[in-house]
């Protein structure tokens, strides 16, 4: 089975089962410009034919990052069914278009911050931007927001996914799927 078949599987079963707030929320990892590996929580948009759906700031600090190196890695856990999916890809950024859909989907409050705020950058007082954040709301008056051209989204096309589920008997069921030469390749690994 092709392993984004089998993701979108596991994943809709977690959907199913869990109560959390965000359930599609994932741990991100970059390759750090000081050599240290850097990780944050975002939210997968989407699972399309390529690969995976992320949205942000393009800007920041994960956005410079992966301007620098596209190999990334996104990982979940998943209490609920006892899983966990861990995938290495290149991130790729999603064209114009997509990006202006996916910001068009964001709540107003959302789409309010990524206009005013420079995500990562230090600032000496908050209330600078709770200015900014209430100019622009009334200013717009409830009207369409433009997507700034710092915010887009990247599409991790996967390289290696490897999906492990938590077995009673600590003989964990760990399947790792890798692209060679544009085939996927399944292996079984010791847990
Ligand atoms: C559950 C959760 C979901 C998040 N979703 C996103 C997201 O989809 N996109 C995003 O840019 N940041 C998201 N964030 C915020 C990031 O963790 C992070 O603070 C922000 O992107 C800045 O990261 P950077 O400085 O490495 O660029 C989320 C945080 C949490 C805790």
């Known amino acids: 089975m092709n392993p984004i078949e089998h993701f979108?599987?596991?994943f809709l079963e977690q959907i199913e089962n869990t109560g959390v707030k965000i359930p599609n929320a994932c741990c991100l990892s970059t390759i750090g410009l000081d050599g240290f590996p850097n990780a944050r929580f975002i939210s997968l948009k989407e699972i399309t034919?390529?690969?995976f759906i992320i949205t942000g700031t393009l800007t920041s600090r994960k956005g410079n990052e992966i301007w620098h190196s596209n190999n990334v890695a996104l990982t979940f856990w998943w209490a609920e069914t006892d899983r966990q999916v861990r995938i290495q890809g290149e991130a790729a950024m999603v064209s114009e278009e997509v990006a202006d859909n996916y910001f068009a989907e964001r709540n107003r409050e959302s789409q309010i911050v990524s206009i005013?705020?420079?995500?990562g950058d230090e600032?000496?007082?908050i209330e600078e931007l709770v200015e900014k954040y209430n100019?622009?709301?009334?200013?717009?008056?409830g009207k369409y927001l433009k997507r700034p051209d710092n915010w887009g989204g990247y599409c991790i096309s996967p390289v290696r996914i490897e999906f492990m589920e938590f077995n009673s008997s600590?003989?964990?069921?760990?399947?790792?799927?890798?692209l060679v030469n544009n085939e996927w390749v399944l292996k079984q690994l010791q847990p």
């Not at 005013?116 to 995500?119: G, K, P, R, T």
């Not at 100019?135 to 008056?141: H, I, Q, V, W």
């Not at 600590?170 to 890798?178: I, Q, S, T, W």
Request: avoid cysteine; charged fraction near 30%; glycine fraction near 4%.
């Open 123 to 125: 600032i000496s007082v």
């Open 49 to 51: 034919n390529d690969g």
């Open 135 to 141: 100019a622009l709301d009334s200013e717009s008056n």
């Open 8 to 10: 979108k599987i596991w």
């Open 116 to 119: 005013i705020s420079q995500q």
């Open 170 to 178: 600590r003989l964990h069921d760990r399947k790792l799927y890798e």
